[in-house]
């Protein structure tokens, strides 16, 4: 099943609360509170959770589930996933022990049982303090480091195969970050996320989208021991690689390492006072800065920053 969710993991500790109609909390872990404020909290704790978050084809189903916005028998979640009655059945039977959907049994107007989502998103707290959350958790990122990733990239087509015009990006690289950088580099992060999960809704709008054409993995963790920085290494095919020699060679040159930060961020909608707190330089400074670079990339205002290739 390739409908499967964006799981979004943080170190925020969050006190579980009772749940309306005495459903037990659920576990919700998110990087902001406005983030959490948006869905019910499940505790990790929570009967039949982490199994149920462990299986690829009952997450796959519970998501499709939420995309059909409806209730749906066994038999149609068998048919929107493209599996066996027996398969969709049992996926159902533990989301349900998860507390992850809701049944509602067959009755004269209803010839079999239905289901739906109990929650819009699944958010899971838990409590860093709690040894038993604390090995819950860590199984959970075993699992994903190990068994999810590689099943969501099992798929990928070799880069000899991927047809044209088709994208590819990997980064994998260890960072010295100071405290400014790591909050930038959340922020930038979160907008990345954002832009995702509208995606996500876009596509749970559109019945078309049955499976998923491209995977994504953002990861970011901290580092103990000795770890050295890492060279930035490049991929590129022939045709690319002469495409991009050939415009270099009618281009200008190439800009300066200040130059390229303060283009990057202007290009990314700061103004011209936050660029130049962030580099330590005055607002006349960053002018001749931008002046430089725009001269060499041969455009006149901030708003062309968006038609032009900054390597």
């Known amino acids: ?20 109609g005495g459903i037990p909390p659920s576990i919700g872990v998110a990087p902001s509170d406005r983030l959490l404020s948006k869905s019910t909290l499940i505790n990790i704790a929570q009967s039949g959770l982490v199994q149920a978050m462990r299986s690829q084809h009952a997450m796959g189903l519970w998501e499709a589930l939420r995309r059909h916005r409806r209730p749906a028998s066994a038999s149609d979640l068998a048919v929107l996933c493209e599996c066996s009655h027996a398969e969709a059945q049992r996926a159902l039977d533990l989301l349900e022990r998860a507390t992850l959907v809701r049944k509602r049994r067959a009755s004269r107007r209803r010839r079999s049982a239905v ?23 860590r199984e959970f990122e075993q699992y994903i480091a ?49 832009f995702i999960k509208l995606l996500n809704d876009r596509q749970a709008a559109s019945a078309s989208t049955s499976r998923c054409n ?52 202007l290009r990314d909608g700061r103004t011209r006072a936050a660029v130049a707190e962030h580099l330590g330089i005055s607002v006349h400074t960053l002018g001749t800065i931008c002046k430089r670079a ?12 968006k038609d032009v290739w900054i390597d």
């Open 115 to 137: 289901y739906e989502t109990a929650v819009q998103a699944i958010s899971v707290v838990f409590d860093r303090g709690d040894p038993d959350h604390a090995k819950l958790i």
């Open 146 to 194: 190990h068994e999810l990733e590689d099943e969501h990239f099992r798929h990928e087509l070799p880069i000899t195969r991927a047809p044209s015009g088709y994208w590819r990006y990997y980064h994998c690289n260890p960072l010295f970050l100071e405290p400014s950088d790591l909050q930038e580099l959340k922020q930038r992060i979160l907008r990345v996320e954002e």
């Open 294 to 305: 725009y001269r060499k990339l041969g455009i006149n205002r901030v708003t062309q920053l």
């Open 214 to 265: 491209y995977a994504t993995l953002l990861r970011v963790a901290p580092l103990g021991g000795k770890v050295m920085p890492q060279p930035h290494l490049k991929l590129v095919s022939r045709t690319v690689a002469e495409a991009r020699r050939g415009a270099s060679a009618t281009q200008s040159p190439r800009l300066s390492r200040r130059e390229r930060e303060a283009v990057l961020a």
């Open 1 to 20: 099943m390739a409908l499967l969710p964006f799981w979004r993991v943080s170190a925020r500790r969050v006190q579980p609360r009772p749940a309306a």
